[in-house]
C-alpha cells in the first residue's frame, strides 16, 4: 500500500532562516503533489500545486521540489516568520485517490 | 475565493445520540466532497467520499452505518453520527472539489470537534 512519511513530526526554526520540509512516498507515482498549512483547529488551507513533469514551483517566499526519481518533494519557506508556525501536509493526487501525510508542525522562534 | 462552511464547529453529545454535520460550498458547485476524521497530532484519514446523487464511497475499516453521508445537492453534504461513542470523539472535516477533478486544491471546511460523553 501506498506510503507518505514527512520527514520530521517538528521543526524548530529561527526567524528569517529557510525552513525545509520534506515528503517521501513509497509504492505510488502520483500525478500531482499538493502541499497545505493546517493551524490548531482549523482546517488545511492548500498552498501549492505541483505537477509530475514540473521540478520546481514558487509562490512568493515559499518554492516546492518534485522528484520523481526519488520520489520525494521538497517545502521550502524563505525568510522564515513567526506566522508561518503551523503544521504542514503534503498530499499526493492520482486520477482518483487523494492521501495526506502525517504532517510535520513547525515552530519558527523570534 | 473558494468558501467551504461547516457546522457546527463543535459539539457535545452524550453516547448513544446522533449527530449531524453539515459541509457547504458557499460560492461554487461541488460535484465531490470529502469527509475527513482526525485525531490529535496525527493526519487527516479519509473516511469516505461523496458525490452528488448518488452514495458515498466508504474507506476501508469505516462503518457505513454509523456514518451516514448524503449528498442531496451540488452545495451541501452531510455526515450523520449514529449512535454516537466516546471513541468517535475527533475532529471532523470535510473538503469540497470545485471542478470534479482530484488535480484540483481542496477547499476545507474549519472542522467540527466532535466530544462524546
Known amino acids: 500500500s501506498q506510503k507518505i512519511e514527512q520527514n520530521s513530526e517538528a521543526l524548530n526554526i529561527q526567524e528569517g532562516k529557510t525552513a525545509t520540509l520534506t515528503c517521501n512516498y513509497t509504492?505510488?507515482?502520483?500525478?500531482?503533489l499538493q502541499w497545505y498549512r493546517q493551524d490548531p483547529g482549523r482546517g488545511p488551507v492548500f498552498l501549492l500545486l505541483i505537477r509530475e513533469n514540473e521540478k520546481e514551483k514558487r509562490k512568493e517566499r515559499l518554492k516546492v521540489t518534485f522528484d520523481t526519481t526519488l520520489k520525494q518533494s521538497l517545502f521550502h519557506i524563505t525568510a522564515s516568520q513567526p506566522a508561518d508556525s503551523a503544521t504542514y501536509l503534503c498530499a499526493l493526487t492520482g486520477a482518483n485517490n487523494l492521501f495526506f501525510g502525517t504532517g510535520t508542525r513547525l515552530t519558527v522562534i523570534p | 475565493g473558494a468558501v467551504v462552511s461547516q457546522h457546527p464547529s463543535w459539539v457535545i453529545c452524550k453516547s448513544g445520540t446522533s449527530v449531524k454535520i453539515e459541509c457547504r460550498s458557499l460560492d461554487f458547485q461541488a460535484t465531490t466532497m470529502f469527509w475527513y476524521r482526525q485525531f490529535p497530532k496525527q493526519s487527516l484519514m479519509l473516511m469516505a467520499t461523496?458525490?452528488?446523487?448518488?452514495?458515498?464511497?466508504?474507506e476501508q475499516g469505516v462503518e457505513k452505518d454509523k456514518f451516514l453521508i448524503n449528498h442531496a445537492s451540488l452545495t451541501l453534504s452531510t455526515l450523520t453520527v449514529t449512535s454516537a461513542h466516546p471513541e468517535d470523539s475527533s475532529f471532523y472535516i470535510c473538503s469540497a472539489i470545485q471542478e470534479g477533478a482530484y488535480n484540483s486544491p481542496l477547499h476545507f471546511g474549519n472542522g467540527t470537534r466532535l466530544t462524546v460523553t
Open positions: 461523496s458525490n452528488e446523487g448518488s452514495k458515498a464511497t466508504y
Open positions: 509504492n505510488y507515482s502520483p500525478a500531482y
